[in-house]
Structure formats: C-alpha cells, structure tokens
C-alpha cells in the first residue's frame, strides 16, 4: 500500500523554539494532506486541511500562527510549531489522501507514523 | 455536525473468540468508512476501507460492514490472536468539507 513518513519521529526541545515537522507521501501525489493532534488515551483530532498550493484551512479553535502549515508539493507538507509550549506536548500524526477511483476526494486516506513532540 | 461513536471503549477477551466492534455516525452524509489499528505510541494502519455504496470488505480474518442508512458499521475479528491487541479506530469521511472524523477507538486486549 502507500506509505506515509514523518520525520522526525520523536524531538524533544525546548520551551520557546520552533519545531518543524514533515510529512512526505513516498508513492503517491497527495494533493490534500491532513495534520492530527493525539494526546494520550484520545482519538486523533483534526487540526488543518493542508492544500498543495493554498492556504491550509485550519479547524475552529486551533491557532493558525500557532501551527504554521507549508504544503509546498503534491509529496511534502510541514507543520511548524511556533515558540513551543509545555502544553504543545503531543503525538502529531499527519495523512496524506489518495486520489480517488473516480479522482475525486474519496480516496484511501493514508497516516504518517507519527512525531512525538516533548516541550521542556 | 457529525459524530463518531465507538462501542465498547475497552475490551477484554480470551484468545480464539470471536469479536464485534461497534461504530455509529451521526450524518449518513459520508463518502467511505474506515476502520484503523493503533499500536501503542504508534501511527495508524488502515484495516478497511468501505466506500459508500458497498456493503463489507473482507480481509483475512476482518470483516467490516456498513449500514450507511442506520449510520451503524461492525467490524468482526475471527479467531483473535494476542497480536490483535491494539486500539481500533473508526473513520468516516464527511462530505462537508470532505474531513475525516474519527471515533474515541476500542481498546482490545486478547489475552493468550
């Protein structure tokens, strides 16, 4: 099946830095990629819909300045944590959609393996 | 708005039974459903993937049905395995605005 990475898989930083994360589809052109939060013992929580080309769309609540969103090709999307948090502390999962039989958007959604962001 | 539901949160079984694990959704409004396996401190694996108009998928010891109308899925794990323990996430696609919505997941423990 398509495959999904992430790198890094696991960073530990501290307070106040900015992190990057990114999320690569190695086999497939993803134009739309999604960016997940998971704090533990929860499902996954959808933060942006990150369009290769456009501004990502980010969901109520969660801070656009705070998470900053590059989907610079139809294989790369990054998330950026800015001026990192003890409370930004968490499990970051993105995915990446294939195109859909139909080349619409109904395709298998594939999921990266996740970055484990630890903000001292 | 919709909302994922999965029944039971947590599940305890000896191995060899077979199992049953429940997923509602609210709108019936979707484009596929997907059930997911989580390990520990680790990404997802998508299991199945059942598009709108079908009614299962089957993988080897899976099988994942839809009932769109009822907004009801079932995913049936035969002879489970200590291998199988795992959390088990349910998905649907939405229409609007094309997000995937998950449910809180079943943990499952097959006891050896």
């Known amino acids: 099946g398509a495959v999904v990475s992430q790198h890094p898989s696991w960073v530990i930083c501290k307070s106040g830095t900015s992190v990057k994360i990114e999320c690569r589809s190695l086999?497939?052109?993803?134009?739309?990629m999604f960016w997940y939060r998971q704090f533990p013992k929860q499902s996954l929580m959808l933060m942006a819909t990150?369009?290769?080309?456009?501004?990502?769309?980010?969901e109520q609540g969660v801070e656009k300045d705070k998470f900053l969103i590059n989907h610079a090709s139809l294989t790369l999307s990054t998330l950026t944590v800015t001026s990192a948090h003890p409370e930004d502390s968490s499990f970051y999962i993105c995915?990446?959609?294939?195109?859909?039989?139909?080349?619409?958007?109904?395709?298998?959604?594939?999921f990266g393996p996740g970055t484990r962001l630890l903000v001292l | 708005k919709q909302e994922v539901t999965q029944i039971p949160a947590a599940l305890s079984v000896p191995e060899g039974e077979n199992l049953v694990l429940n997923c509602s959704f609210t709108?019936?409004?979707?484009?596929?459903l997907q059930w997911f396996r989580q390990d520990p401190g680790k990404g997802l694996t998508s299991l199945l993937l059942?598009?709108?108009?079908?009614r299962e998928q089957t993988s080897g010891r899976l099988n994942a049905s839809l009932d769109k109308s009822s907004g009801r899925s079932t995913l049936y794990i035969a002879a489970s395995q200590p291998g199988d323990s795992a959390t088990y996430l349910c998905?649907?696609?939405?229409?609007?605005?094309?997000?995937?919505?998950f449910g809180a997941g079943t943990r499952l423990f097959v006891k050896a």
């Open positions: 990150s369009n290769e080309g456009s501004k990502a769309t980010y």
């Open positions: 995915s990446a959609r294939a195109p859909g039989t139909s080349g619409g958007a109904s395709g298998t959604q594939y």
């Open positions: 709108d019936s409004a979707i484009y596929n």
């Open positions: 998905a649907v696609l939405h229409t609007g605005g094309f997000k995937t919505i």
């Open positions: 059942i598009q709108s108009s079908q």
């Open positions: 086999d497939f052109q993803a134009t739309t």
